[in-house]
């Protein structure tokens, strides 16, 4: 879920690793679906999480707030054996991502590194952002 790919320029930008992935869905009624920040692989959450499940952190970017996408990307996490990367959203809770399910039921770790990372990020096209990352 790297959508246009924003974070993962920045990310790249700052010299860390990233491999960006979207089944690209949303672009097909996006004026901004054709402009991608940085190479996208063409692949849905799940077959990116199975395919790449060696790396450091996963992040799923601004997950639809319908659907299972982002139910079924936990529960595709949970069947990593061995050590786990993080597995981090960045959205709005309870707001424009991520369904109501999720929002009440995934487990969430708290931690005063991620709360200073938040308080860092700005408001970006109305949505209130934050990293949200899952036990």
């Known amino acids: 879920m790297a959508g246009n ?4 320029a920045t990310f ?3 010299g ?3 491999i960006a992935t979207d ?3 949303w672009a097909k009624g996006s004026c901004t679906g054709d402009l991608l920040f940085f190479p996208v692989k063409k692949l849905s959450a799940v077959d ?3 395919k790449y499940r060696d790396v450091d952190i996963i992040i799923c970017c601004w997950a639809p707030n319908f659907g299972s996408a982002d139910m079924d990307i936990i529960e595709a996490y949970n069947t990593i054996q061995g050590k786990k990367p993080k597995l981090l959203f960045l959205g709005e809770k ?4 991520n369904t ?3 929002w009440k039921s995934a487990k969430f770790k708290k931690s005063c590194e991620l ?4 308080h860092t990020i700005s408001s970006f096209d109305f949505i209130d952002e934050r990293f949200f990352e899952i036990k």
């Open 94 to 97: 309870n707001g424009a991502t």
């Open 12 to 14: 790249s930008k700052l």
């Open 16 to 18: 860390v690793k990233v």
């Open 100 to 102: 109501a399910r999720f």
């Open 23 to 25: 089944n690209l869905e």
């Open 115 to 118: 709360n200073s990372i938040n």
């Open 48 to 50: 990116a999480i199975h």
């Open 5 to 8: 790919a924003y974070w993962s």
